[in-house]
């Protein structure tokens, strides 16, 4: 079983970063593929960038790419979301989950395991 527990979400201006993370409990954090996922209010929850057990493989979803890096550190257990360019439209709760399939599904049923969600706010 594997616990997450998601940090730095906060609120930020327009053209601002923020730097999500994750923290996995458990040994065998390196087996299992990571996705950040993200719910605004009235909205289904959507996959914003998915990563595979070794970190050789990403997915961005097209309303992010080329301003969000997720990133992994598997000796640390950690999984990370750069944002840089926020937009008001990024303002979400943001989500991470494991997955024990090895690399990074797009849809959110497929995932075993879900933090508790950190807020991310974007003033305009």
């Known amino acids: 079983q594997v616990q997450l527990v998601e940090s730095g979400g906060g609120l930020v201006q327009a053209g601002g970063s923020l730097r999500l993370s994750c923290a996995a409990s458990?040994?065998?954090?390196?087996?299992?593929?990571m996705g950040w996922f993200r719910q605004a209010p009235g909205k289904e929850r959507e996959s914003v960038a998915t990563?595979?057990?070794?970190?050789?493989?990403?997915y961005y979803a097209d309303s992010v790419k080329g301003r969000f890096t997720i990133s992994r550190d598997n000796a640390r257990n950690t999984v990370s979301l750069q944002m840089n360019s926020l937009k008001p439209e990024d303002t979400a709760v943001y989500y991470c989950a494991a997955t024990t399939r090895r690399y990074g599904p797009l849809n959110a049923l497929d995932y075993d395991y879900w933090g508790q969600g950190t807020q991310v706010t974007v003033s305009s």
């Open positions: 990563i595979s057990w070794s970190g050789g493989i990403t």
């Open positions: 458990g040994r065998t954090f390196s087996s299992y593929a």
